[in-house]
């Protein structure tokens, strides 16, 4: 069974940037879909951004524009670039195999002055 491990969150500055990472371990990392999810306080956990394995690309609305997904099947990692962040962009964000239900424990994003 896969393990997906966060990496990257962190305080950052309304306007600032982060990038966050999601590590795989185990096999056939490149043939499955991936996708991160956030969870703000008080509020249901919500899709951000999902890649394919062609490396096709699905945005919320909230998020088009400032942030971006890649991967590196090479490396067994996802990435989720985030750029304009917002004080509503807190979060605490996941990594997830949708294919097989795999989650990571989460990394907190807090975005604040």
């Known amino acids: 069974q896969a393990q997906l491990v966060e990496s990257g969150g962190g305080l950052v500055q309304p306007g600032g940037s982060l990038r966050l990472s999601c590590t795989a371990s185990?096999?056939?990392?490149?043939?499955?879909?991936m996708a991160w999810h956030r969870q703000a306080p008080g509020k249901a956990r919500e899709l951000v951004a999902s890649?394919?394995?062609?490396?096709?690309?699905n945005y919320a609305d909230s998020v088009k524009g400032r942030f971006t997904i890649s991967r590196n099947n090479a490396k067994n990692t996802v990435y989720l670039q985030m750029n304009g962040l917002k004080p509503e962009d807190t979060a605490v964000y996941y990594c997830?195999?949708?294919?097989?239900?795999?989650w990571g424990n989460g990394t907190l994003v807090t975005v604040s002055s």
């Open positions: 890649i394919t394995r062609l490396r096709n690309t």
């Open positions: 185990g096999s056939s990392f490149s043939i499955y879909p």
């Open positions: 997830n195999d949708p294919a097989r239900g795999y």
